[in-house]
C-alpha cells in the first residue's frame, strides 16, 4: 500500500524542482491599500476552450480586450477547470471538489450546488461586499439552490444551463420573470456596467458567467460577418474537425469570443472611467474546454473530456499597480483555488461551514521564487477521471503522459515509469472514495418550494417528469417543454418539499391553438388543489432558427405566456406536485413550458 507522502515523493522525483531561492516580495492584500477593500469583477465563458484567443496564439481571432488583461496581469499556463458547467461552476464558488458539493449533472436536479456550501458571494457579502451576478447559473434554480440564496444579491439572467434563444429571451430578475433585452452578451453586461456605477464607492463583487460560446450558436451580425467567409488557418487535427459543420459551428464560436471580448472591453473602460481600475481584481477564464474540434494547441479532448483539451482554460489576473505585469505562472493551479486566493488578496478570512479543498495561490502571484509544493489535481465527470501532477497526466484509462514534453497525450509511458503510474491511479482511487461523486440514483433531494425567505419558485419543464403520452421537445431537458399532452390520463409531476406553510399565487406558461380551447387544468399537492379553464389562445411558431448559424441540437423554443391558476395553500412537507387535465377539448391540452410560485404576502 501506498501512502500519500510516497505518492508525492514518487512524482517529485520526476520534476526538476530548483533550490528556492529568499522571497523577494510580499504579498499585498486589502490592507496596504488603505480602508476600503478592493472589489472583484470576475467574468467566466461558457465552453470557450484555451485556444480560442489571441493570446493563446490563435491568429484566427482578435480578442484584444481580454489579452490585455493577461498583459497588464497574470496569465496561469497551467490552470484546470472541470470537463463542463456545473462542476467548475460548483468549484469555483466554494473552493471544494464538485462532488462534495451535491453536484453530478448538468440539468434535471443534478447541476444543483447544496445549500449548505459557503460560497465566495456569501463569504464577501458578510464583509460588506455589494454582491451580484448576472448570466447563467447552472448551480440550482429553486431556493435554497437559487443564486439571492447563495450570496448574490442581484441576480439576472437564467439559473439553468443552456438557453434556446440569446436574443431579447425571457430571463429572470430575483426570480421575477423579465424579458431580455438584445443580445444576451450584451445585455448581462449591461446590468453588469450599471451595478458598477451604482456600487463604485462601496466594495463589490461582480460575477458575469456569460452564455457563450455555449450552443445554440447564435451571434449578432456584426460578428457573424467577420467568419462566415472567412478560411480559418488554424484547424484541430481530431477526427471529422474539417467537416462543414464543425467548421461552421468553429466559426460561430470564435464570433461569439470576439463579442465577449468586446463586453470585456465594455467593463474595463467602465472601470478606467470610474477610477476604480487601481482598486479592482478582474479575473477571466472559462468552465471547460471547447464545446466543438477547433484549434486548442493540439491538446488531446474537448468539452467533456477529462483529457488536457477538455479542462485546460486560460485563466488571467490583473490588479493594477498591486499585482505584477505580464506574469506567467506555469505552476499547476485549479478553479477551487480562486476562492481562497479572493479572500486572501482582499483581506477577508474564508470562514466556510466544510473545508476548503483549494490553495491560496497569493505565493505564485508575488514571489519570484516561491515556496511551493507539488501537487495532484483531479478531473471528474461521467464516471471517468483523470488527474494531474505538475509533469504527468494520469488519463481515465490509466495511461500515463509527461505533459511538459507531450501536451496533446500521444505517448503512454507507463511502462518506463511503473511505480509513479501505479502510485497515481492509488491516488485516483483514493480521491473518489473521499469525494463519493453521486448520481441520480443516490440523489434523495426534492425540489425545493416556498422558502420563506424568497418571493418566487420557478418548476421548468426541465425539473418534471412527463407521463403517458407526453413529451419532452428534445432530449436535451434544461430549456425543453413538455408537448403532445392529448388525454385525461396524462401528467406531469414534480417531486417537491415544501419547505414552510403558505401561500401560494400559481402561473402556467403554455401555448395552445384556438381550436384546441377549452381543456381544464388541475394543479395538485396533497390536499391542495386549484383548477383552471383554459380561455386564451397562445399559438406562437418555434423560433431561434432564424438566428442560428448552424443547426441547433437542443430544443428550439416558444413565446409562453403565463395563464393564472389560482392560489395554493401549502403546508410544510414532501409531496407529489402533479399538473393533469379534467377535460381534454380538442386534439391537445396545451405545451407547458414552466409553473412559477409567487408567495403571497
Known amino acids: 500500500m501506498y501512502s500519500r507522502l510516497s505518492i508525492v515523493l514518487f512524482y517529485v522525483m520526476f520534476c526538476l524542482i530548483g ?6 516580495e510580499t504579498p499585498k492584500n486589502a490592507d496596504s491599500r488603505g480602508e476600503k477593500k478592493p472589489n472583484i469583477v470576475l467574468i467566466l465563458a461558457d465552453d470557450q476552450g484555451w485556444g480560442d484567443l489571441g493570446s493563446s496564439g490563435n491568429t484566427d481571432l482578435k480578442t484584444p480586450n481580454i489579452d490585455a488583461i493577461a498583459k497588464y496581469g497574470i496569465s496561469f499556463d497551467n490552470f484546470y ?3 463542463v458547467c456545473s462542476p467548475t461552476r460548483a468549484e469555483l464558488l466554494t473552493g471544494r471538489h464538485f462532488p462534495r458539493t451535491g453536484v453530478y449533472s448538468t440539468s434535471a436536479g443534478g447541476e444543483r450546488m447544496d445549500y449548505e456550501e459557503t460560497t465566495l458571494a456569501e463569504i464577501l457579502n ?4 455589494q454582491t451580484a451576478a448576472y448570466g447563467k447559473w447552472h448551480n440550482g434554480t429553486q431556493p435554497p439552490y437559487h443564486p439571492n440564496s447563495q450570496g448574490f444579491q442581484d441576480f439576472y439572467g437564467f439559473a439553468s444551463g443552456h438557453w434556446g434563444n440569446y436574443f431579447s429571451p425571457m430571463l429572470e430578475h430575483n426570480g421575477q420573470p423579465v424579458e431580455g433585452n438584445g443580445f444576451l452578451v450584451d445585455d448581462l453586461t449591461e446590468h453588469g456596467l450599471k451595478f458598477i456605477e451604482k456600487n463604485q464607492d462601496n466594495p463589490f463583487f461582480l460575477y458575469l458567467p456569460f452564455n457563450t460560446p455555449h450552443s445554440p450558436m447564435q451571434v449578432p451580425d456584426e460578428y457573424w460577418d467577420r467568419f462566415k467567409d472567412k478560411d480559418l488557418t488554424l484547424i484541430s487535427n481530431e477526427k471529422d474537425a474539417k467537416d462543414t459543420e464543425n467548421i461552421n459551428v468553429n466559426k460561430a464560436a470564435l464570433a461569439m469570443v470576439e463579442n465577449i471580448d468586446y463586453n470585456v472591453g465594455r467593463i474595463m473602460a467602465k472601470l478606467r472611467k470610474l477610477y476604480l481600475e487601481d482598486d479592482t481584481i478582474v479575473i477571466y477564464l472559462s468552465d471547460n474546454g471547447p464545446n466543438s474540434f477547433r484549434w486548442n494547441g493540439g491538446m488531446r479532448g474537448k468539452k467533456g473530456d477529462t483529457d488536457e483539451g477538455g479542462v485546460r482554460t486560460p485563466f488571467y489576473i490583473q490588479w493594477k499597480n498591486s499585482l505584477p505585469e505580464g506574469k506567467t505562472i506555469p505552476q499547476i493551479a485549479s478553479a477551487l483555488d ?3 486566493t479572493l479572500s486572501k488578496l482582499v483581506g477577508v478570512p474564508p470562514i466556510t461551514a466544510k ?10 502571484l508575488f514571489d519570484k521564487n516561491p515556496e511551493w509544493e507539488d501537487r495532484l489535481i483531479y478531473n471528474h465527470w461521467n464516471g471517468r477521471t483523470s488527474l494531474r501532477t505538475q509533469k504527468y ?15 496533446g497525450q500521444k505517448t503512454d509511458i507507463s511502462a518506463r515509469y511503473p511505480q509513479l503510474r501505479d502510485s497515481l491511479v492509488k491516488a485516483k482511487t483514493d480521491w473518489l472514495s473521499e469525494v463519493k461523486p453521486q448520481t441520480a440514483e443516490t440523489d434523495t433531494r426534492l425540489f425545493t418550494l ?13 425539473d418534471g417528469i412527463p407521463h403517458g403520452a407526453i413529451e419532452r421537445s428534445n432530449q436535451y431537458p434544461n430549456d425543453s417543454f413538455f408537448t403532445n399532452w392529448s388525454s385525461a390520463n396524462d401528467s406531469i409531476t414534480w417531486d417537491v418539499e415544501v419547505l414552510a406553510n403558505g401561500h401560494f399565487d400559481v402561473e402556467l406558461y403554455y401555448t395552445v391553438t384556438e381550436e384546441n380551447l377549452g381543456s381544464i387544468v388541475e394543479l395538485s399537492l396533497g390536499n391542495s388543489k386549484i383548477a383552471k379553464k383554459i380561455t386564451e389562445s397562445n399559438n406562437p411558431p418555434l423560433e431561434g432558427m432564424e438566428n442560428d448559424r448552424v443547426p441547433r441540437k437542443e430544443s428550439y423554443v416558444k413565446d409562453f405566456k403565463p395563464m393564472d391558476l389560482g392560489t395554493m395553500v401549502l403546508k410544510k412537507g414532501k409531496g407529489t406536485l402533479t399538473l393533469k387535465t379534467l377535460k381534454v377539448a380538442g386534439r391537445e391540452v396545451a405545451d407547458v413550458r414552466l409553473l412559477v410560485f409567487r408567495k403571497v404576502e
Open 19 to 24: 533550490c528556492q531561492e529568499k522571497k523577494e
Open 81 to 83: 477547470v472541470q470537463p
Open 126 to 129: 458578510k464583509a460588506g461586499y
Open 338 to 340: 480562486i476562492l481562497p
Open 355 to 364: 473545508p476548503i479543498d483549494g490553495k491560496d495561490l497569493t505565493p505564485l
Open 393 to 407: 497526466r494520469l488519463d481515465a484509462e490509466d495511461q500515463l503522459y509527461d505533459i511538459q514534453k507531450d501536451r
Open 450 to 462: 416556498g422558502h420563506p425567505s424568497y418571493l418566487y419558485t420557478w418548476f421548468p419543464a426541465r
